[in-house]
């Protein structure tokens, strides 16, 4: 082998060994999704607040099966067993239980899910951002039931006026009934 040769050949395995080095990189870049996201997570410095004496992690974000529940829930139509399986996807499935026998009461737990929600939303409210906001809501819905209340017709509505009886149709007075 001459030199040329040599170089030639010295050129070859250099050009395997970058390609090899190259493939070995894009592997890297090309890690699991599971991996990568468990790298983001751990560079957040998660936060805790206590709740009736229990302490529970901030939510940064809501899980999709988080906001499809919410989406289609009435919450004051929600079995218990509902509404524990909701706040499990923000704060763990025995929280609720944990908060009842601290004696949450349903305006507290509201307060609560309000505060939460904004926090999941990337949104920094206070406790008494979230109160209003619960007692604004109630305020609301309130307003709104008693506009619908003063809609609604009287016990002398106009069909009990005319005694029941549609006055739209033609009379019968003089027609013929088929026996």
């Not at 305020?139 to 029941?164: C, E, I, V």
Request: net charge neutral; aromatic share 6%; with cysteine.
């Amino acid at each position: 082998m001459d030199v040329n040769e040599s170089l030639e050949r010295a050129a070859a395995l250099h050009e395997e060994t970058d390609e090899a080095a190259r493939t070995a990189e894009q592997l890297e870049e090309r890690e699991s999704f599971d991996a990568f996201w468990s790298e983001v997570k751990a560079k957040e410095k998660p936060r805790y607040e206590t709740i009736l004496g229990i302490a529970v992690r901030v939510p940064t974000s809501m899980t999709l099966r988080f906001r499809q529940r919410l989406d289609h829930v009435d919450m004051a139509a929600t079995s218990e067993d509902d509404v524990r399986e909701i706040l499990g996807d923000l704060f763990g499935v025995d929280t609720i239980d944990r908060w009842i026998s601290a004696g949450m009461d349903e305006e507290q737990l509201a307060v609560v899910m309000a505060w939460a929600m904004a926090c999941a939303n990337g949104r920094t409210v206070t406790w008494r951002d979230a109160y209003e906001a619960v007692q604004e809501g109630k305020a609301k819905r309130a307003a709104k039931a008693k506009a619908l209340a003063a809609k609604s017709p009287t016990s002398t509505s106009a069909s009990a006026g005319t005694g029941g009886r549609s006055k739209g149709g033609r009379s019968r007075k003089g027609s013929k009934r088929k026996r």
